[in-house]
T-cell receptor, first 112, second 111 residues
């Protein structure tokens, strides 16, 4: 059973607010990822990290930023939320041998 | 990057078998995965197959891999209403660690 957590599960916030989506895992995985999932179900990789102090942008350009100060923690920040940021955000970490990814439950963000 | 293709919808009757298909175009893929996503939840890893295997069976799930045609399928035997979900196919491309996901197949199981 994977142990990866995301908070909050749901967030409704006004335009211009700064928000941080939390993601933590207790499996000791080095690799972690953030995906944005649009209403059409497709997953888009927006950030990933191979370890502490390592962060890279994914395939989909995003105005969000991430940090990786501790192995277990990979928060995502939006400095100024806009309605176009409304989406489901999924965090994942990956295992060692076959790189299977374990997903958190997601954060459903709505920006009004 | 290369695209992973899946049909968007599949409807089956309870008790029948479901077959979800996936095609990928990157021949350097080393592992291929099937994930399940229930409403309001994250993705759950169902199974994976290494590229040098043809078949893998795990209880009601059977994965078939045809490397020549770059075709992957997931068969669910005795499909139940609890199997209704979105199923994602994903590949690990040898050149990197990030997975390349398909767009998902929405499976509806009717009584």
């Amino acid at each position: 059973e994977a142990d990866i957590y995301q908070t909050p599960r749901y967030l409704v916030i006004g335009t211009g607010k700064k928000i941080t989506l939390e993601c933590s895992q207790t499996m000791g995985h080095d690799k972690m990822y953030w995906y944005q999932q649009d209403p059409g179900m497709e997953l888009h990789l927006i950030h990933y990290s191979y370890g502490v102090n390592s962060t890279e942008k994914g395939d989909l350009s995003s105005e969000s930023t991430v940090s990786r100060i501790r192995t277990e923690h990979f928060p995502l920040t939006l400095e100024s939320a806009r309605p176009s940021h409304t989406s489901q955000y999924l965090c994942a970490s990956s295992g060692d041998r076959v790189d299977e990814q374990y997903f958190g439950p997601g954060t459903r963000l709505t920006v009004t | 990057g290369e695209d992973v293709e899946q049909s968007l919808f599949l409807s089956v009757r309870e008790g029948d078998s479901s077959v979800i298909n996936c095609t990928y175009t990157d021949s350097s893929s080393t592992y291929l995965y099937w994930y399940k996503q229930e409403p309001g939840a994250g993705l759950q890893l169902l199974t994976y197959i290494f590229s040098n295997m043809d078949m893998k069976q795990d209880q009601r799930l059977t994965v078939l891999l045809n490397k020549k045609d770059k075709h992957l399928s997931l068969r669910i035997a005795d499909t139940q209403t609890g199997d209704s979900a979105i199923y994602f196919c994903a590949e690990r491309i040898n050149s990197g660690y990030a997975l390349n996901f398909g767009k998902g197949t929405s499976l509806l199981v009717t009584p």
